[in-house]
């Protein structure tokens, strides 16, 4: 939890946000702030290698995701697009909320 907690930290603006900041900015000031954004990623590590499983383990692990599915611990993919479609079309009512009050 804690790392969901600090990740959020940083997301605290939605994409208007930077859009709008950004309008006004000539190509080279645009191109200063994706160097500096470009310069600030953490470099990419080699992936580790891939565990290898035991048959054991691997019936382990679906004996544990058959129990979750059946006390309803998991949420199914039409559940999942259903509410990641409802949350994309909360964020565009508020950009578009926002715009018609910048219009007023």
């Not at 058959?66 to 508020?94: N, P, T």
Request: a negative charge; proline letters at 4%.
């Amino acid at each position: 939890m804690e790392s969901r907690t600090a990740s959020r930290q940083h997301a605290t603006h939605p994409m208007s946000y930077y859009r709008e900041m950004v309008k006004d900015m000539d190509d080279s000031q645009k191109l200063e702030l994706v160097s500096i954004i470009i310069d600030s990623l953490k470099p990419i590590v080699a992936p580790q290698p891939m565990r290898h499983y035991t048959m054991d383990e691997i019936n382990t692990m679906l004996d544990e995701a058959e129990a979750d599915i059946a006390a309803g611990r998991v949420i199914d993919h039409e559940d999942l697009m259903r509410e990641w479609e409802e949350e994309l079309a909360r964020e565009e009512q508020k950009e578009l909320e926002l715009q018609m009050a910048e219009v007023l």
